[in-house]
């Protein structure tokens, strides 16, 4: 694979002043890949078209190459080049794009995208972000952009500029800074023509009307390997106290040294989740606790994450 920075050394910008978007899309067409923010966590971007700059994104990341990306687009056009919409893709795409719901479809006869994007399958996950700065990314490249979580593969998801510097350090050359992201949970995968969800997100399968898929089975979408979103220390789950040398991450009743969310409020837990990981993961305890948190709503999602971590 090729070296996803030849030069080693990696910028961060401000989202909003001048030149930044043109910085990083000229990184895009020179075949690198940008930190990004999106509504849900920072993206790795790059060009979605192009095999090398795809397979930077994976060198970057440490990224198994049978784990297929998520393709970002800016508007519906774009997204019908890429993949083939049925009835009720058109449907979904309706109601929650922009936002933070990835539709795994068909790849379009001519769609541009390259096949180490996909990891060789026929299909395609695909969606189109609401974060001011991708939007503004995708439109300034002119191309769809592949965008995983701007992490080391595995490891904490980042919901802000530091949590990449310190996951990627000088592997990528840009990284663009909009503050904290706001859902702070990946987006949501669907499978339109079998009515799943094949990974819990920010839009809950209540509001989808679809049910969830079986455990195991091929990976066809991110987000299903059994071991994800993980911190170097070991995690512990539904504690209710913490034990020696352990930091707790609280919920609701159960303070701790951290909280996802004092009055058990699962929109609140669910965008500080990953950023109370990263600050457990940096203290000096030897291992992490998480304070029980509801499996309804938002919180499937939360649940499917903290599984994951802890595996």
């Known amino acids: 694979m090729p070296s996803p920075n030849p030069t080693g050394a990696t910028r961060t910008l401000r989202y909003g002043e001048p030149g930044a978007i043109e910085a990083a899309a000229r990184v895009i067409a020179e075949g690198g890949c ?39 687009v800016p508007d519906l056009d774009a997204a019908r080049r890429v993949a083939v919409f049925d009835q009720a893709a058109l449907a979904l795409a309706a109601r929650w794009w ?9 790849l379009a006869p001519d769609s541009p995208v390259a ?6 399958l026929a ?60 859902a702070g949970l990946e987006s949501t995968i669907v499978d339109p023509a079998r009515g799943l969800v094949l990974r819990p997100g920010p839009i809950d399968r209540a509001a989808l009307g679809l049910a969830a898929a079986a455990a195991g089975g091929p990976i066809v979408a991110p987000g299903q390997l ?9 995690i512990r789950l539904d504690a209710a106290e913490a034990r020696p040398g352990e930091w707790l991450i609280g919920f609701g009743p159960v303070a701790g040294d951290d909280t996802l ?27 992490i606790a998480v304070a029980p948190v509801p499996g309804h709503g938002l919180g499937e999602a939360i649940n499917d994450r903290l599984r994951r971590a802890a595996a």
Request: aromatic share 4%; hydrophobic share 45%.
């Open 226 to 234: 059994t071991s994800h979103y993980a911190p170097a220390k070991p």
């Open 261 to 287: 969310s004092v009055s058990g409020d699962l929109t609140e837990a669910a965008a500080r989740l990953f950023d109370a990981l990263h600050r457990a993961d940096a203290s000096a305890a030897s291992a």
């Open 98 to 106: 922009p936002g933070p719901l990835t539709l795994v479809l068909p």
């Open 34 to 72: 940008v930190a990004v923010p999106t509504e849900t966590v920072y993206g790795l971007a790059a060009d979605a078209t192009d095999s090398r700059a795809v397979a930077g994104i994976y060198a970057a990341k440490g990224r198994p190459s049978f784990n297929p990306l998520i393709v970002h």
């Open 123 to 182: 299909t395609v996950a695909v969606r189109m972000p609401a974060h001011p700065a991708m939007q503004a990314l995708l439109r300034a490249a002119g191309r769809p952009l592949a965008a995983p979580s701007a992490n080391a593969s595995g490891g904490i998801s980042p919901t802000r500029a530091e949590h990449v510097a310190a996951s990627l350090g000088e592997r990528i050359p840009l990284i663009l800074d909009a503050g904290p992201t706001p």
């Open 115 to 120: 096949s180490l994007a996909t990891a060789g």
